[in-house]
């Protein structure tokens, strides 16, 4: 089930004041001209979980013009400890995260289009799923999942940020590949493409192998400060700042330091 949401006209400055984003815009990697390039923008978050609720709610507070996500669950009362676009009521109702996320990031950003996408994110229906998208996010939390986002990424040289977070802590990996074509809105170069999940884990990890938030816990700080990582390499990109960020396979923990 795709949707989208009526949002107001973000060309019209009467709509969409600058005042919104004046602390953001006095940043110098930012600006004016960072500002229009993050309104231009259209990016996917797949999976709308802690990662992806997280994500998804700094994007659209910094203006990100458009924000597609995608999640085929309901809201839990087990995901209110850290998935931070849901509420009670949601779990009390069994909402799809898909809609009461984008109801929530709606609220949060009236000026910006939100396109929730209740489903299942498959090999069938990833062509389109990720038309016509600048900037490819992963909230998922299985492998099958994340290695198909890779290859297309790969396949179609779209900027893709991996990350995972589990425990006490959680990684985070932007995946540029090579080759990057002139038309795409995150313009690299092959001196600052980077290797791609498959170049680092060639298989994905058998099924049970790895520990889960179910099996093994998750910190809230956890994925706050997996997130912060995420949204800012994903923000540095879109503005144009390629070469000032992390662009590693960077892992963090906070409850150890």
């Not at 999976?47 to 458009?66: E, I, N, P, Y």
């Not at 038309?131 to 996010?137: A, F, N, P, S, V």
């Amino acid at each position: 089930l795709a949707l989208r949401l009526v949002s107001p006209d973000r060309t019209d400055p009467n709509q969409n004041p600058a005042g919104r984003y004046h602390r953001q815009m006095l940043l110098p990697d930012i600006g004016v001209a960072g500002q229009q390039r993050l309104s231009a923008a259209r990016v996917l978050i797949i999976g709308c979980g802690a990662l992806g609720c997280g994500v998804a709610d700094l994007l659209a507070r910094a203006g990100v013009g458009t924000l597609r996500v995608v999640d085929r669950d309901i809201v839990e009362e087990t995901n209110l400890q850290r998935q931070v676009l849901f509420c009670q009521a949601d779990a009390d109702s069994a909402r799809p995260k898909a809609i009461a996320a984008a109801e929530r990031l709606q609220a949060i950003n009236p000026f910006i289009n939100i396109e929730p996408f209740v489903d299942d994110f498959r090999a069938t229906n990833a062509a389109l799923i990720t038309t016509d998208m600048d900037m490819l996010i992963d909230g998922l939390d299985n492998f099958d999942g994340r290695y198909l986002l890779n290859d297309i990424a790969a396949k179609y040289h779209l900027p893709y940020i991996y990350a995972g977070a589990v425990g006490t802590g959680g990684v985070v990996m932007p995946v540029l590949p090579r080759g990057c074509p002139p038309d795409r809105t995150v313009q690299w170069t092959d001196a600052q493409a980077t290797p791609c999940l498959r170049c680092v884990f060639p298989e994905p990890p058998p099924a049970g192998s790895t520990p889960t938030c179910d099996t093994a816990g998750v910190l809230g700080p956890a994925v706050a400060a997996v997130i912060a990582n995420q949204a800012a390499a994903a923000m540095s990109m879109l503005v144009g700042r390629m070469d000032s960020f992390d662009r590693s396979l960077h892992s963090i923990d906070p409850w150890e330091g």
